[in-house]
């Protein structure tokens, strides 16, 4: 980790990362209790790099905000905080509250737990989280709103129900294709026969993340984004988590359902059974497609660059499914050597061979240094092996660089400047479809 | 000014009386602030809203050539990514190839940094700002964390600045310090001009032509500032321009998109011209008092007659009142018949209006002219600068309803609710609270159109009249997606949360 400042920053604060994930709760309202632009700010923010995701239920320009002053910071801002929720529960209708802090408010250190609690006594349902801005980005942000649901939201079961899991690790917004991605491993798994519950999407509801305390397993489909949280789940409920890298497309998928099948004790020739009815739709798809991946030469080179989940997961997908050759996947997180050794393990041994060349960087404009250093430029030779054709899978702060190149673009990782995200998700057996169809429709975008 | 010997510039609340929260009618509103006791007021219930440092970075970003810093926690400068759309676009127009859209850094100020202070983290990132992108001006921008830890951003410019070729810019946005947003205008434009505006020194020729020294002067004679905003569209500034090269002057824009090696300019004008009041007076009394450029800062060319004033006042300085009554008359009379069939459409519609100060009521005035009613304005806050577009609403209906507030979209649902407009047009990030109560929606900046002058005069009403046509998607909208208010508080007054404020403290 580099304690330094970081161009373009490819995440929300911690703040943002809360309120986008606590304003995906089904029937939650968030509460800020921050200075007046944090809202704002978060919105402005959100608009142009998630897709185009709005505002939402009471998200955006609406969501109630202690917008404290000068003059709290100064004397202290509980009152403020008290006198916006007394108001907010009279006015908005929201079936959990979810009180979140911001820089000011945390570093005056406004108790605000005490303030819930006064609430609490009234049966207002509300909870809390101090999720400053700089205590992180928005993944840290979706850590602290679970961790406050694990704590005072999520009822307690002694009796766990041996076919119900939680999926997490896959954070609102910051992935502007989560709803998709959720929804694609949901309906994956639940031809398992499991009861998913991934709490943020349009099927799940409250009273599901309530009752998920009898969960025989968290599913974390990361190896960074939601781990404390699970750790804390299984501290308070017992629940036991695995992680996984973010599953895209048959090879990975194929992976994962073994791992949750292997974890659960689902028996094995049943996911077999899946996998391979999963696998022949697939090839179905992948056939009609085949004809013109051959007759047109569509195998790239590629740079792929997104955070921790995305970057691994991508350059699987490409080199293992697609039969592309990644030769840089830049991970834009600032990671400590612990995680990064996870991302270079799992590069390491791609089923096809590949070999990537892993880099840690967090700023667009340096990637460019990158790759001249991995792929040395041409010095004049009549005959230079360059680094073509090529595709840059990654955001849109890469378009430059895709442009500088000569290579393709599509953007994928935050930012989303340039694309509308709905329903769309890149997970699983459908997911690695979807990839194949946008990847490719760019090829053919100009024809 | 003294202002400009500050290190901040001061803000709106305390420079104007600037008020955000007020509701009620615009009589007692233009009643009440001159009386002095509005700036005070506050709200028991709010949303989340807009700080200087959005509008600040909305204008710095667009600075070409240039690195901003936003010395906070990593969250701050997020909006960059989604303004960067418009800045892209702007590159595009200037020639780029390969537009890189904005380009900011944030200091990313962690629980570490609070304790320790963040000025080294800042240092370090000024000078390899320098080192890697070699920009013209390196603006550093501050939001709440640093001005709360104590750093002391000014000392470490000073300290830095022998060591980079950029030239750097500090700018104090902190968005705790000042309910007005507006202060980032005064902001922006005091660190423009400690930083940037400098008159040129007079070239001194070894063999005088006195003739090419005559033509400059003549030349300077006529040169004009043209203040824009970014809010500003390309269509705006070409209408604008157009309209002012017809009165045979030479025009430069300021300051958005506009070159650092550029702003020494604006002092060399004639003349400046603002198209926003509230944007530009702190800049232009500066540039006046110590250039001794004069300036206009009454109307914002909106409408018809807004424009023809705006026009009429920049001529009758040159002492060319007839080339603008020919100017008028022929853009009015080729204007007036294309609007014909569109007035019938509009006449007696009612529109509700929410936005930018002067924008607002500037716009709303332009709507009383076309026909409609105006059942409601809500502009982000009232100063002095509102006062001539508030009067002439006023005039037409002193009935008129005002609700000034920065964004707060539970109060414009409830006025919506009570009064039913036709159409809905506001400001960037507003409207859809109005889109989900069913009502069509013009924005009221931004996007391809242009909104000033007289083809923003046209744009307006064949716009308003195009989306009066169908509006389907936002009565699905209503049909299916509710609003997060209960229902009690539509019978509720939408002032209701809005507190009288005691005396100053």
């Known amino acids: 980790m580099k304690n330094r400042f970081i161009e373009r920053p490819r995440s929300f604060c911690a703040l943002g990362g809360a309120m986008l994930t606590a304003g995906a709760i089904p029937g939650a309202v968030p509460i800020l209790h921050t200075a007046m632009g944090c809202g704002g700010s978060i919105y402005w923010n959100q608009v142009g790099s998630t897709g185009y995701l709005g505002a939402g239920y009471c998200g955006g320009m609406a969501v109630p905000s202690s917008n404290v002053k000068e003059r709290d910071i100064i004397f202290g801002g509980t009152d403020r905080l008290t006198e916006q929720i007394s108001n907010t529960v009279k006015l908005v209708e929201g079936d959990l509250y ?350 | 000014m003294s202002y400009l010997d500050q290190k901040v510039a001061p803000k709106r609340e305390e420079r104007l009386g600037t008020c955000v929260d007020f509701g009620g009618s615009a009589c007692d509103l233009k009643k009440s602030f001159n009386g002095g006791c509005l700036r005070n007021n506050d709200r028991g219930f709010c949303q989340g809203s807009i700080c200087q440092l959005l509008p600040g970075l909305s204008m710095l970003n667009t600075i070409p050539d240039s690195v901003v810093i936003v010395h906070g926690s990593l969250g701050c400068g997020g909006a960059g990514h989604s303004q960067s759309a418009a800045v892209r676009g702007r590159q595009i127009l200037a020639g780029s190839t390969n537009p890189r859209g904005t380009l900011w850094l944030s200091t990313n100020l962690n629980e570490m940094d609070v304790v320790t202070g963040g000025e080294a983290k800042l240092a370090e990132a000024i000078i390899e700002a320098d080192r890697r992108y070699r920009p013209e001006s390196i603006i550093v921008v501050s939001s709440c964390v640093p001005g709360i830890i104590g750093d002391d951003l000014d000392g470490v410019v000073a300290r830095i600045q022998p060591q980079v070729n950029g030239v750097i810019l500090p700018v104090h946005c902190e968005g705790f310090k000042t309910k007005v947003m507006a202060t980032a205008y005064d902001a922006v434009y005091h660190a423009i001009s400690r930083r940037l505006l400098e008159k040129e020194e007079e070239e001194v020729r070894l063999i005088p032509d006195e003739l090419e020294e005559a033509a400059e002067k003549i030349r300077r004679s006529r040169q004009v500032n043209l203040m824009n905003v970014s809010s500003g569209t390309p269509g705006d500034e070409k209408e604008l321009t157009r309209l002012l090269n017809a009165l045979g002057l030479e025009v430069k824009i300021f300051p958005c998109f506009t070159h650092p090696d550029d702003v020494k300019y604006a002092a060399e004008a004639a003349l400046s011209i603002s198209t926003c009041p509230t944007h530009d007076d702190y800049f232009l009394k500066y540039l006046q008092e110590k250039f001794g450029v004069p300036y206009l800062l009454r109307y914002m060319p909106i409408g018809i007659k807004n424009t023809n004033s705006w026009l009429r006042e920049v001529a009758k300085f040159f002492h060319l009142e007839k080339v603008a009554k020919r100017i008028i008359e022929r853009e009015t009379d080729e204007l007036e018949l294309a609007l014909q069939p569109l007035r019938q459409t509009l006449k007696g519609k009612k529109a509700m209006l929410s936005a930018g100060e002067v924008r607002t009521l500037a716009t709303a005035g332009w709507l009383q002219e076309l026909g409609l009613e105006i059942i409601a304005v809500r502009p982000y806050h009232y100063d002095e600068f509102g006062e001539p577009a508030l009067d002439k609403l006023i005039e037409h209906d002193p009935g008129l309803q005002a609700n000034v507030g920065t964004v707060q979209p539970f109060e414009t649902v409830n006025i919506i609710e009570k009064n039913k407009p036709d159409i809905y047009l506001g400001h960037n990030s507003d409207n859809i609270w109005a889109a989900k109560s069913g009502i069509p929606v013009l924005p009221v900046y931004g996007g391809p159109n242009t909104y000033v002058g007289y083809a923003g005069a046209f744009d307006f009403a064949r716009n308003i009249n195009r989306v009066l046509k169908n509006p389907s998607f936002n009565q699905n909208l209503m049909k299916n997606v509710r609003q997060p208010y209960f229902k009690s508080w539509y019978t509720d007054q939408p002032y209701k949360y809005i507190v009288q404020g005691s005396e100053d403290l």
């Open chain 1, 98 to 447: 979810i009180v979140l802090t911001g820089c000011m408010t945390d570093i005056i250190g406004d108790d605000i737990q005490a303030v819930i609690r006064d609430f609490q006594a009234q049966d207002v349902p509300i909870i809390g989280a101090e999720t400053g801005g700089f205590k992180g980005d928005a993944y840290k942000g979706y850590d602290l709103v679970l961790q406050t649901l694990i704590k005072n939201l999520i009822e307690k079961k002694e009796q766990k129900v041996d076919h119900k899991v939680n999926l997490w690790g896959i954070v609102p917004a910051q992935d502007a294709f989560w709803r998709g991605n959720l929804n694609n491993l949901r309906v994956l798994l639940s031809k398992l026969g499991l009861e998913v519950n991934s709490f943020f999407t349009e099927n799940d509801t409250l009273d599901g993340v309530k009752n998920s305390g009898d969960a025989a397993l968290n599913i974390v489909v990361s190896e960074f984004y939601g781990i404390e949280a699970a750790d804390l789940f299984l501290e308070v409920h017992g629940v036991p988590y695995i992680t996984s890298a973010l599953p895209i497309g048959a090879t990975a998928t194929e992976e994962f359902l073994l791992e949750i099948s292997e974890a659960l004790e689902i028996d094995q020739d049943a996911t077999n059974k899946v996998i391979e009815r999963e696998k022949i739709i697939y090839y179905k798809y992948i056939d009609r497609i085949a004809d013109t991946y051959n007759d047109q030469d569509f195998q790239r080179y590629a740079v792929v660059v997104g955070d921790g989940n995305y970057a691994a997961a991508l350059t699987r997908f490409l080199a293992d499914d697609l039969g592309w050759l990644p030769e840089l996947t830049i991970v834009t997180d600032d990671f400590e050597d612990e995680k990064k050794n996870k991302i270079d393990k799992y590069l390491e041994r791609l089923n096809s061979g590949y070999k990537t060349k892993v880099i840690y960087e967090t700023d667009a404009s340096e990637i460019q240094y990158h790759l001249s250093r991995h792929w040395p430029v041409s010095n004049g030779q009549r005959f230079y092996d360059a680094f073509s054709p090529a595709f840059v899978v990654g955001s849109h702060l890469e378009r430059q660089l895709a442009k500088n190149i000569g290579a393709a673009h599509l953007t994928v990782t935050y930012p989303v400047g340039n694309r509308v995200v709905l329903t769309r998700g890149y997970t699983g057996y459908l997911g690695g479809l979807n990839m194949i169809e946008d990847i490719l429709s760019v090829l053919v975008f100009e024809r």
